[in-house]
């Protein structure tokens, strides 16, 4: 079905691979378009209930852009590819009502970087290092890294990795906020799924509504709050609140159906 990602379903746990590696996973067009179709698969898949997205091979979970794509590109053009992205996967990803977390194995840089930053949470290996190189190739993030970045990890910090284009490892990425966790190589999928069937039995009608209501407020939005009330209440018509309820009053455990 695909060429340059794999996908495989297991225990309602949905893994999308970038396979690259022989190009570092670079993002191109092709990568773009399969992976913005897996996403949406996904997201309408009632069988999927949390998504990991990584990379082939132990060397990079994405290490950028494919830059041969960038060189007859004209403004308009350059701005065009940087919208569809957005609108395909970055914003997808983000938007899901599903869970998704990055596996960050090895580097993840320019789009790569901008790829993990729209995921829910990113799990890094101990090998994993992290940047925003663009400004060497005279050109900015153009898939949301300067507002994600900014959102994970503070405006000064930002604008020192963007301007600089240094790299940072993995342990200095948790620090600032920008990995939830550091795992060995061999076990950054296991901690992802770990995380995920922790979610899973959650109500699935709340997971979305948290995504949504946790995004609006990294994004600044003035309207957060009072959506957050709107959703609240939504709630309470679900037979899952009242599953809920119950099992709490009941002392036992409850079982959602996503209703």
Same mark, same amino acid.
């Given at each position: ?9 297991? $225990?309602?746990? *949905?893994?999308?691979? /970038? ?10 067009? @092709? ?17 999927? =209930? ?38 395909? &996967?970055? @914003?997808? %990803? ?6 998704? %977390?990055?596996? &960050? ?9 901008? *790829? ?6 990113? %799990? ?14 005279? /050109? ?14 503070? =405006? ?5 990795? %963007? ?7 993995? @342990?200095? +990425? ?14 950054? /999928? ?7 069937? =922790? ?6 009608? +709340? &997971?979305?509504? /948290? ?18 009330? +709107? ?7 679900? $037979? @899952?609140? =009242? ?17």
């Amino acid at each position: 079905m695909y060429t340059t990602i794999l996908t495989a379903l297991e $225990e309602g746990i *949905l893994t999308i691979t /970038i396979n690259r590696p022989d190009k570092m996973n670079a993002l191109n067009k @092709d990568v773009i378009t399969e992976l913005g179709a897996a996403m949406q698969d996904a997201i309408e898949n009632t069988e999927v =209930k949390g998504i990991i997205i990584t990379g082939a091979g132990p060397k990079a979970f994405v290490a950028g852009a494919d830059i041969s794509e960038f060189i007859p590109l004209d403004s308009s053009e350059g701005a065009a590819l940087a919208g569809r992205g957005r609108e395909l &996967v970055f @914003d997808r %990803i983000e938007n899901c009502p599903k869970p998704v %977390i990055a596996a &960050v194995n090895g580097f993840a840089l320019g789009g790569g970087c901008e *790829l993990a930053m729209a995921c829910h949470m990113r %799990i890094a290996s101990d090998n994993a290092r992290f940047g925003q190189p663009e400004i060497n190739l005279g /050109i900015i993030p153009g898939y949301g890294g300067t507002q994600r970045l900014t959102r994970l990890v503070g =405006k000064g910090k930002a604008m020192e990795m %963007i301007l600089t284009a240094d790299m940072i490892s993995a @342990d200095q +990425a948790k620090v600032l906020g920008l990995v939830n966790y550091v795992a060995s190589q061999d076990t950054v /999928i296991a901690k992802c799924r770990e995380l995920l069937q =922790k979610i899973q039995v959650k109500p699935p009608l +709340a &997971v979305a509504r /948290i995504i949504a209501s946790i995004n609006e407020g990294a994004a600044g939005n003035p309207a957060g709050f009072d959506n957050e009330i +709107a959703r609240f209440g939504e709630c309470f018509d679900t $037979e @899952d609140m =009242k599953e809920g309820a119950a099992a709490f009053l009941e002392k036992r455990k409850p079982v959602f159906k996503g209703k």
